[in-house]
């Protein structure tokens, strides 16, 4: 789908995210690396965000 950016800050904003995602990309893998050999999963709330992480990892990835 085509979208037509209405103005420069939702240009800038894009950009800025998009710049990012490499940085964001290491970090998430690493937290989620960390919490599953420290076992966090079976903490209360650990588990939904974990498997959540994994998620957008794998969409990153284009698995999803």
Excluded: C, F, T
Excluded at 21 to 40: I, N, W
């Amino acid at each position: 789908e085509y979208h037509q950016y209405s103005d420069q800050g939702e240009q800038d904003a894009n950009a800025s995210l998009i710049a990012a995602a490499p940085d964001l990309y290491k970090a998430l893998d690493r937290m989620v690396r960390e919490a599953q050999l420290d076992k966090l999963e079976k903490w209360s709330g650990w588990d939904g965000l974990i498997r959540n992480s994994s998620a957008a990892l794998a969409k990153a990835r284009g698995e999803a």
